[in-house]
């Protein structure tokens, strides 16, 4: 079936813009991760949503970063007035369910580029 | 707070020589601990976790708690082994999301 999916695959803004960027999880899967890999700072969490309970935000960097989840399914990360430290790839993740014994499955990732 | 240290981050071996790829943690609490490889050009995917105690591609690795490690080895590189492989780890603690290392690249040679 088909994977976690991300769009867009690349993105380049000015520095101060906001951005959108999307994922779609496997269908049926309740639990959705958002994670930044970044030259610096590697692979870092950024928020997670399980259900209806309220998401775990304690990855993200500053009040500039937001996301939803509309319907238990998609999700949008938002990244307002960027700055040229977000530059990065931005990674989504779905499991079957919040607990330790689900694997997460990452989507193909957004390549954010702030010039 | 948890931290997951990866301390090589190349790693360049000839086909058909060993490899092991050293992986430390500090977490309070019992951890969970994954690998997790990434080839080129392709996603993210886990490779294998320590409570499945199961040989993939046969990458074995074993938790051990007194010396907080999770060392990834195979005895017997091949080329297609060349990826980037990152240990991660997780827990009750930690509300089931991952923390991963720094990551190190492998790289075969023929």
């Known amino acids: 079936g088909a994977g976690v999916s991300q769009s867009p695959s690349n993105k380049v803004t000015e520095k101060g813009k906001d951005v959108e960027l999307r994922c779609d999880p496997i269908?049926?899967?309740?639990?959705l991760y958002w994670y930044r890999q970044s030259l610096g700072q590697g692979l870092e969490f950024l928020i997670y949503?399980?259900?209806?309970?309220?998401?775990?935000k304690s990855g993200l960097p500053s009040d500039r970063f937001s996301a939803e989840r509309t319907g238990g399914s998609v999700s949008t990360l938002t990244i307002q007035r960027t700055q040229q430290e977000d530059s990065a790839v931005y990674l989504c993740?779905?499991?079957?369910?919040?607990?330790?014994?689900?694997?997460?499955?990452f989507g193909p990732g957004t390549r954010l580029t702030v010039t | 707070a948890q931290r997951v240290t990866q301390p090589e981050k190349l790693l360049s071996v000839f086909k058909g020589a060993p490899v092991e790829l050293k992986c430390n943690y500090s977490?309070?609490?019992?951890?969970?601990l994954f690998w997790y490889v990434q080839y080129s050009r392709q996603r993210l995917q886990l490779l294998l976790r320590?409570?499945s105690r199961e040989s993939i591609k046969g990458f074995t690795a074993d938790l051990n708690k007194g010396e907080t490690s999770f060392h990834l080895k195979k005895p017997f590189a091949q080329e297609e082994d060349s990826a980037m492989y990152y240990c991660?780890?997780?827990?009750?603690?930690?509300?089931?999301?991952?923390?991963f290392g720094g990551g190190t690249r492998v790289l075969v040679k023929p």
């Open positions: 993740a779905s499991s079957l369910g919040g607990g330790l014994s689900y694997e997460q499955y």
């Open positions: 269908s049926g899967h309740t639990a």
């Open positions: 949503f399980q259900g209806n309970s309220a998401p775990d």
């Open positions: 977490y309070s609490g019992s951890p969970e």
């Open positions: 320590h409570i």
């Open positions: 991660a780890l997780s827990g009750r603690a930690a509300g089931n999301k991952l923390t």
